[in-house]
């Protein structure tokens, strides 16, 4: 069952052309929460700062780099065991276990928001302090991994990303912060009028596969990347 926003593979090169760059791609992780109000489903994004050398003004799901300490960060529970063995297809447990985790930082990092479970203040060093000092642990249960994308050879930066959804409720609180800064604007946006604003193509990419989730969960898994000088999508089960 394909995706009901096809890729576009134009407005890619448009959003980031190519510099010639040979850069090998960097494992990242993206969280994509969703909630429900009055009957109509909603999608936190945030804007990139206009300075940025990447996608700069374009709205965008949290998310970033995988870091070291992504490997060893406890968490108050693990990946249902269906999602790590989509993950465990593409990259080891324990990378893959970061990827998800990697995801959980960068949305607080980014947004302050805690997909997490209370727990006892605690003080580590490194990009989890914050985290850790607000009396949470990361709630990796609450995750499905939807999508996975690369980004084609010879553009300014490369990310082999994995795309994670998560339902609002797991949060500890509901509404976003400052984060950051990294993202300029940050709001709950209805789906439909997510699709209206400036958006990179992948992100459109992988929001009409969030609205096709939403309705028919068990859907196969998308994989965006480039082959043979081509943009590829291709499902996995």
Same mark, same amino acid.
Do not use: C, N
């Given at each position: ?37 009055? @009957?109509?489903?909603? $999608? &936190? ?17 949290? @998310? ?14 693990? &990946? ?56 949470? &642990? ?40 400052? @984060? ?16 209206? $604003? ?25 994989? $965006? ?13």
């Amino acid at each position: 069952m394909p995706a009901s926003t096809p890729f576009d593979a134009a407005q890619d090169l448009r959003d980031a052309p190519p510099t010639g760059d040979r850069k090998r791609p960097k494992d990242a992780a993206t969280l994509i929460l969703t909630r429900v109000r009055k @009957g109509t489903p909603e $999608v &936190l994004m945030g804007r990139r700062a206009p300075g940025h050398v990447f996608m700069a003004a374009k709205w965008v799901f949290p @998310g970033g780099r995988i870091d070291r300490a992504d490997f060893t960060a406890a968490s108050a529970s693990e &990946l249902p065991h269906a999602e790590l063995a989509r993950l465990t297809r593409e990259t080891p447990t324990r990378r893959a276990r970061a990827l998800a985790l990697t995801a959980v930082r960068e949305t607080f990092e980014e947004t302050g928001l805690l997909l997490a479970e209370p727990a006892p203040a605690a003080s580590v060093a490194g990009p989890w302090r914050e985290f850790r000092a607000a009396g949470a &642990l990361p709630d990796l249960a609450a995750l499905s991994y939807v999508a996975r994308a690369i980004t084609p050879p010879g553009r300014s930066r490369r990310f082999d990303a994995r795309f994670f959804m998560a339902d609002a409720r797991a949060l500890l609180h509901p509404e976003p912060t400052a @984060g950051s800064g990294e993202l300029d604007e940050i709001a709950w946006l209805p789906l439909d009028e997510a699709r209206a $604003v400036d958006l990179p193509a992948i992100t459109r990419f992988v929001l009409g596969e969030v609205s096709e989730r939403l309705a028919h969960p068990a859907r196969p898994l998308p994989f $965006v990347r480039m082959v043979r000088g081509r943009h590829v999508v291709e499902h996995q089960d």
